[in-house]
């Protein structure tokens, strides 16, 4: 069993088989979605983060969770009540950021899985789950009761910080994620030192858990084993994250006769340019993140309209003469009208 201390003294983290578990001397004040005991403020001396082991399914699990966090919780060998959680990703993998002020000092504890990475606010199917990002913040210090649950939302905003300094994506429509579709959280105080009105982003106390829980969301992620990401990915992937893999631009750009070749070929050209031209590639992925811009109305009016701009920008790189250029038009191609424009501008200017 492996223990780690938390900020505060008598706080302490700890790993057993397949529980994450935070564990005080004494009783501490929480706010929390989690989905056994949480909900409103409740009293508790042990914050628990269950993983899913091999012989529960999705399914099973979610025929009745509490049997399984329950069974979890037993394996501390402590009799008491809890604060518990439940996720598919590797509790091991767990990411702790600990900082403090003259005021207060708080501990941050993420997991994550980002397998179900989603964007609030749009459709979802809902499908067998495999990771979600569980979040345990504990503050050593006296936050009121409206105090903590601004913290638990200061919290949640660093949380999706975290995820688009990544630029995680939602695997439902590509859209920048806000989170996971089982996302749980727990917020919890000592108690201890003179009462904290305040725990906004700008408040001391929100700025530590702002702080803390941006960098231990971060790590998590980058270290989960289930949906991780790197900074550092392809492009070529990046771009599958958005919902433009190199089969559907192939795809779609074998619409434009102007090209002369099938989606096969056109498969094989963006694979390799993509890969080995780092100029290319660059081009390709700024002209997907100013097509974004595009869609949501964001590009200044000055910059004019997106076919025609589309077809300067490749043009211009590929050192075309712009005013002498034809505009193309590609009604039947389904992608980003400044995107196709740039693809199709690079693909007849090089050789394939």
Known sequence: MEQL?????????????????????????????????GGGLKKTKIIINAQVTDEYGDRHLHDDPDAFIVKSFQKLGVNDSFVGMVTYANIADFALVSKRDDAAAVSVVATAGCTHAESSGEKIELQPIEGTINIIVVIDGHPDEACLVSCLITATEAKTAALRELDLRSRYSGFEATGTVTDAMVVAETGRGS???????????GQLVGSCTRQAVKEAVMRSKIGGFVPQRSVTLRLAERHLSVKKLALELSKVKSLHADAKTLSDVLTKKLAEEPLFASVVFAAVKLSDDFERGLVPAHLGEVNLLGKGFADLLSKNDCAKSQLDTYDGVDLPPFLVQVLVGLLKNSPY
Do not use: M, Q, R
Not at 10 to 17: A, F, I, P, R, Y
């Open 195 to 205: 009462p904290i009105a305040y725990g906004g982003p700008s408040s001391k106390l």
């Open 5 to 37: 201390e938390l900020v505060g003294n008598g706080v302490k983290l700890t790993l057993k088989e397949n529980v994450l578990a935070v564990i005080s001397d004494a009783a501490l004040n929480t706010v929390s979605s989690a989905i056994h005991n």
